[in-house]
Nanobody, 123 residues
């Protein structure tokens, strides 16, 4: 099991940038793929990005391609989501989670969810 704590959210104008961080506890962090999801009010939680255990392979939702970058530092037990060119529709609570198997874009394929960090993009 891994405990996850997200940070770095905030209020930003459209076109701006934010870098989200996810701090993980647990000695086995480096053996797991990790993902970022988001959930806007009244909407289902949706996949944003995923990174392999080594960091060599990354996968993005279409909405994130070209604007967001997922990365990790296994030495520091950290996962990051760099978000550029933010849009009002990116407003949501962002969560990181540990991939446990299955379809990479399904929230049911992930466990050990953090508490989330709020991202608000104003127009």
């Amino acid at each position: 099991q891994v405990q996850l704590v997200e940070s770095g959210g905030g209020l930003v104008q459209a076109g701006g940038s934010l870098r989200l961080s996810c701090a993980a506890s647990g000695r086995t962090f480096s053996i797991y793929a990790m993902g970022w999801f988001r959930q806007a009010p009244g909407k289902e939680r949706e996949f944003v990005a995923r990174i392999s255990f080594s960091g060599a392979v990354t996968t993005y939702a279409d909405s994130a391609k070209g604007r967001f970058t997922i990365s990790r530092d296994n030495a520091k037990n950290m996962v990051y989501l760099q978000m550029n060119s933010l849009k009002p529709e990116d407003t949501a609570v962002y969560y990181c989670a540990r991939f446990v198997g299955g379809t990479y874009y399904a929230s049911t394929s992930y466990d050990d969810w953090g508490q989330g960090t709020q991202v608000t993009v104003s127009s």
